[in-house]
């Protein structure tokens, strides 16, 4: 989802949430109301809902990047500043 580096001081809280939902907005789109039955995501395998396969693993790395950029700063200013940003 996000290659290199970023430095989020140079952004807005709203730039940044408005350009996140830009970006997942397409892959929202392409779940079809028959992948959600029966919890099809849960079984291995089965292929039944290929969409919501894909949106769960961004999901998954885009909480992992907002981990890093709220854990990694050494300083408790900036990792603050970093979660306030993301709240």
Not at 26 to 47: P, Y
Not at 52 to 61: A, D, E, G, M, P
Request: net charge positive; charged share 25%.
């Amino acid at each position: 989802i996000f290659a290199g580096a970023m430095n989020l001081d140079k952004y807005k809280a709203s730039v940044i949430g408005e350009q996140l939902t830009l970006s997942e907005h397409d892959f929202f789109r392409l779940v079809k109301s028959a992948e959600c039955f029966n919890q099809n995501w849960m079984k291995k395998n089965s292929g039944l809902s290929p969409n919501i396969n894909v949106l769960t693993s961004r999901f998954n790395k885009l909480s992992r990047w907002v981990s890093y950029e709220i854990c990694f700063p050494v300083d408790l200013k900036d990792r603050k500043a970093a979660l306030e940003k993301f709240i």
